[in-house]
DNA sequence: TTGTAAGCGTTATCAT
DNA sequence: ATGATAACGCTTACAA
């Protein structure tokens, strides 16, 4: 594979020039560009991503590790992430767990072997000592979905739970007393934590809760619209909808809208909703 | 971070003497393995991937592009290549092409230039002759659930309806007339393809095909074992059952063996086996 | 068995 | 604006 220095002779300059040029550095004459492009062209370059993280000292590259890919929850997961880090021009590195300590050892050392700029880990298995130690190797490391106290600071989880349950009750507070819930279809933990914090606020305020008053959809836009046209259909006179989260809300208000029904007030957080 | 020269002076050795123990050369002294171990554990060495795939011209990653991971049906993708590649040591770099045509190129270009040592690539929106190219720039690279003429070679997919049309019918010259199904129960189109496959060979040869003969679960022996006995409540003197995959057979017979049912012959390829 | 040193492909400093 | 060149951290002849 041809090398910034094939690139420098076709193109008549020093490697030094070339670099510049593939840097966009201002300091490069319009002529040096022209040539070092068509030499580039010519030859199929492609930078060396190894040499120029051993030099710039920095990857690109942000590592995460999961359960397992294969597993909706975390391809999710790794999907938002990815498009966090998309727009600073980083990539992902995966690793998966599998769910047992050593592979996720593994995964976690593999990524700190590639030196990359952040490290978001999901693991299970591993010891709360060894994740402090690693911790502390990797300052970008942040532990996602359990809590450590020695590295608290480093640790971010949802209490799906707690949010739900006090989505429900802000709307509880604010007078209603028939609420729906738009809960994601997905067949996962978060769901049943939320499901279960909006029914146990329903209990805690001595107010009805049936399955009737759930629908269910795909966690996103489109899932919520068409839960809450199930809702709407079995015409149950309610006040307010807490929803799974902000993407199904926002399609909840789509089709309130369809149904020109207005929307008094709407109340976004933390995944939740009021309407 | 600590680099091989620390941890050669440290352990009074050269940088080459640590090398040489890093990678378990045969000449290392017991001596100097000893002093060199301790060294690396004293100062958390890790050795820099980036430097080592500089020189050794081989990053040890395998690059896999998909639409999106978040979809389970490239989770599965995914992890079935991770499986495949880990015993050789390989990790794998995993990139989004998110159904956009640039965005698919931008992650074959991140995988060529990290250098992988193999890469698959499952792109829907690039056009032809920049798969083509990019197969003649990366001797490696292997196209997945897609095919182009012009690298046949490079191509692997699977006719999913064919395949369970082929398996069916082998059921049914075999003279069986009453035949199940057991199917994923994840809403993509291998599912569809295959189900599919199975209900137009039956309706070829003039047989009952009815929604009843169908049972649903995860694409797993746990789905495939559920599914089974759920067919089994039907009681409907089935002789034979097409399988989603491998895997759902496998519960396929666990649930037979579970209710003493005896299994007289099975055959298994392609995902698809008599029982 | 060990050490010295060249080289992998870049970037960045320093002259010019 | 450009070119030499050192440096990044490692592996691997080649010598000793």
Redesign the pocket.
């Known amino acids: ?5 094939d ?2 002779r076709i193109a ?9 040029v ?2 966009k ?5 319009k ?3 022209v040539a070092v492009e068509a030499a580039m062209a010519e030859v199929g ?4 991503a ?3 993280a ?4 920095s990857s690109n590259i942000i590592g995460v590790t999961v359960g397992d890919v294969s597993d909706p929850f975390f391809g999710q997961m790794v999907k938002s992430i990815d498009d966090c880090v998309r727009p600073s021009g980083k990539h992902l590195l995966i690793g998966n767990g599998y769910h047992d300590a050593n592979t996720e050892k593994e995964a976690i050392e593999l990524l700190i072997n590639n030196r990359v700029d952040g490290l978001v880990v999901h693991a299970k298995r591993l010891s709360d000592d060894q994740l402090i130690a690693f911790a502390k190797e990797q300052p970008s490391m942040v532990l996602i979905n359990r809590r450590i106290d020695a590295i608290s600071n480093r640790c971010v989880s949802l209490d799906n739970y707690r949010g739900a349950y006090l989505a429900t009750e802000h709307l509880i507070k604010n007078g209603h007393t028939q609420i729906g819930y738009i809960c994601s279809d997905h067949n996962i933990e978060d769901c049943h934590s939320r499901r279960q914090g909006y029914i146990d606020a329903m209990k805690a305020y001595k107010l009805d809760v049936t399955d009737n008053n759930i629908a269910y959809g795909k966690p996103d836009e489109e899932g919520g619209e068409h839960a809450m046209i199930y809702l709407l259909g079995r015409g149950l006179n309610l006040t307010a909808v807490a929803c799974y989260s902000d993407s199904m809300a926002a399609g909840v208000i789509a089709s309130l809208d369809d149904n020109g029904i207005h929307v008094p007030l709407t109340f976004q957080s933390s995944g939740l909703m009021t309407a």
């Open positions: 594979m041809a090398t910034i220095k690139v420098a008549g300059v020093s490697v030094a020039t070339v670099s510049r593939i840097n550095s201002p300091k490069a004459s002529a040096s560009i370059y492609r930078p060396n190894a040499a120029r051993l030099v710039s000292q």
